[in-house]
């Protein structure tokens, strides 16, 4: 071999060498930092009912808060005791996953909520936590939302206003405050559009719904075309909200209302074809039917007569009771 060839090779064994050490150095680099990098994975040892072991809250995060929460809230058992009693703050997971929000996260309502053991940030303080997650739809429903604020509902108190204090406005009900949006669509088990069955049971849950407040108008809506209707769960009498609107609820007296005698035509044309002036003279037995019925003498005669006679067949029937005996 001639000392060029010697030094040819020499000089080629030198650069694998290096580039051998180098690949090694990265190799272990790498190695060093996937070690001592931190990770996305959290234990926290909280002791289980009647148990010495230790529970494992161990999961992957960023998990978009759901089955993050679900670790501790899908237990039947999770409870805190609130204000001298025992609070259940289990979520049926079941329930949720039918509902409309099954791909919406818990940190999607429950907004003021992060994972953090335990709990105390300014959410757990009284129930205003509460009214956070019933007013969090505006974040995904604005419209709605904005119909709802500029409403008769409107939880500042007035139309149009924002509420200083999120569930404290006084209703025209003894003892409520102003509806929030969970207040009258529920929680976790809001069902999705397209559940036929369930919207149907929503439509019939108007008397429930706004019966919260608003129970006089629940219980005088007994007319034979349309309450006395409903309350015999005929699917094609109107609800609550079919009439006076759904989020922009105002009163009757307001000319924008869809319960304003210049507006019923419109209204009652949701359901009848040919609306025509009597519908809007009908209109006021709708929730009247009962004052009109007590106004009249004749009616007052025939309804004094019947609760008469009424009573004279309990009578007789008790005393046929006795004698069986």
Same mark, same amino acid.
């Given at each position: 071999m001639t000392v060029r060839h010697a030094f040819a090779a020499a000089t080629l064994t030198a650069a694998v060498l290096l580039l051998s050490a180098s690949v090694f150095a990265g190799a272990a680099s790498a190695a060093e930092a996937t070690a001592t990098a931190p990770t996305t994975s959290y234990k926290q040892d909280v002791p289980p009912k009647g148990s010495l072991g230790t529970y494992d809250l161990t999961w992957t995060l960023p998990t978009a808060g759901k089955s993050g929460c679900t670790v501790c809230h899908n237990d039947p058992d999770l409870v805190r005791?609130?204000?001298?009693?025992?609070?259940?703050? $289990? !979520?049926?997971?079941? &329930?949720?996953?039918?509902?409309? %929000?099954?791909?919406?996260p818990c940190t999607g309502c429950h907004i003021d909520f992060a994972y953090k053991t335990p709990h105390s940030n300014i959410a757990l303080k009284g129930d205003e936590w509460r009214a956070v997650a019933k007013s969090a739809c505006k974040n995904c429903h604005p419209q709605p939302y904005a119909d709802y604020t500029s409403s008769a509902h409107s939880p500042s108190g007035r139309p149009g206003e924002a509420p200083g204090s999120i569930g404290t406005s006084q209703s025209s009900a003894p003892g409520k405050a102003k509806p929030l949006c969970g207040d009258c669509h529920g929680g976790h088990s809001i069902p999705?559009?397209?559940?036929?069955?369930? !919207?149907?049971?929503? %439509?019939?849950?108007?008397?429930?719904?706004?019966?919260?407040?608003?129970?006089?108008?629940?219980?005088?809506?007994?007319?034979?075309?349309?309450?006395?209707? $409903?309350?015999?769960?005929? +699917?094609?009498? +109107?609800?609550?909200?079919?009439?006076?609107?759904? %989020?922009?609820?105002?009163?009757?007296?307001?000319?924008?209302?869809? &319960?304003?005698?210049?507006?019923?035509?419109?209204?009652?044309?949701?359901?009848?074809?040919? +609306?025509?002036?009597? $519908?809007?003279? $009908?209109?006021?037995?709708?929730?009247?039917?009962?004052?009109?019925?007590?106004?009249? +003498?004749?009616?007052?005669?025939?309804?004094?007569?019947?609760?008469?006679?009424?009573?004279?067949f309990g009578k007789v029937k008790s005393l046929f009771k006795r004698g069986s005996s």
């Open positions: 005791v609130q204000g001298g009693k025992t609070v259940s703050l $289990y !979520v049926n997971t079941g &329930v949720l996953q039918e509902s409309a %929000h099954k791909d919406v999705a559009s397209n559940n036929v069955e369930a !919207v149907r049971a929503v %439509h019939l849950s108007g008397a429930q719904m706004c019966g919260q407040c608003h129970a006089k108008g629940v219980e005088t809506y007994v007319d034979y075309y349309h309450g006395a209707a $409903y309350k015999m769960s005929a +699917p094609d009498a +109107p609800s609550c909200w079919d009439c006076h609107s759904s %989020h922009k609820v105002l009163a009757s007296t307001n000319r924008e209302s869809t &319960v304003n005698k210049d507006r019923l035509i419109d209204t009652c044309k949701k359901c009848h074809a040919d +609306p025509r002036d009597g $519908y809007v003279g $009908y209109a006021e037995l709708v929730h009247g039917k009962q004052a009109v019925l007590d106004a009249n +003498p004749l009616y007052a005669i025939v309804k004094s007569a019947q609760d008469a006679v009424t009573m004279a």
